[in-house]
């Protein structure tokens, strides 16, 4: 049971190139989400995934795009990386409604 | 949507003391507020949660309360220990079905031995 699994773990990107963060939960979980870090402003929400097949923006969904691919999988693409969008990434599950969030252990993305 | 606001920022405690963090939320509708655990270069991890039919609730070391009325809710560990060194992070509820939460800015502790 591994949990919540991301990858890669670190990147750097040049300021125009496009990558996909990638993201797994073998939890069986109905919600997902992913979240960036940034020093000072705590972690905020990119997009969500409620369940498989819908997704919806959060709170800085500008220059993201995810992808629900299955049940376990919850992707996030960056089509045209800038220099704003270097963070710590962290994608994360929960069962709808009954508690916490599972984190993956994070990317930590970096676009110079 | 949901603000969440947290202080202290920073707090440093002697061991054995306690350290009390305190968050307030702006939307009465949330109704579950989880603390979140982060070490340095690690995942934040859930250490306790409340649900808003509970005023307290209590896990050995580590309490939390919430004051609906108020709308805040904070956190209290006891007989601090190094080990409790950490970032935390409150979190409070959005209104949407899929659990979505909003997250303060953290509180940096350090338990001085």
């Known amino acids: 049971n591994a949990g919540v699994t991301q990858t890669p773990k670190f990147q750097v990107l040049k300021t125009g190139q496009s990558m996909t963060l990638q993201c797994a939960q073998d939890m069986n979980h109905n919600s997902m989400y992913w979240y960036r870090q940034d020093p000072g402003m705590g972690l905020r929400l990119i997009y969500y995934s409620a369940s498989e097949g819908t997704t919806d923006k959060g709170e800085v969904p500008n220059g993201y795009n995810v992808s629900r691919l299955n049940k376990r999988e919850f992707s996030l693409r960056l089509e045209s990386a800038a220099p704003s969008q270097t963070s710590v990434y962290f994608c994360?599950?929960?069962?709808?409604?009954?508690?916490?969030?599972?984190f993956g252990s994070g990317t930590r993305l970096t676009v110079v | 949507g949901e603000n969440v606001e947290q202080h202290p920022s920073t707090l440093s405690v002697q061991e054995g003391d306690s350290a009390v963090i305190k968050c307030t939320y702006s939307d009465s509708a949330s109704n579950y507020f989880p603390w979140y655990k982060q070490e340095l270069g690690k995942r934040p991890q859930l250490i306790i949660d409340i649900r808003s039919n509970v005023g307290e609730k209590k896990d050995q070391r580590i309490a939390v309360t919430l004051n609906k009325t108020a709308k805040h809710f904070s956190l209290h560990i006891t007989e601090t220990q190094p080990e409790d060194s950490a970032v935390y992070f409150c979190a409070a509820s959005g209104q949407t079905g899929a659990n979505n939460l909003f997250f303060g800015t953290g509180t940096r502790l350090t338990v001085i031995p």
């Open positions: 994360a599950s929960s069962e709808t409604r009954v508690g916490g969030y599972t």
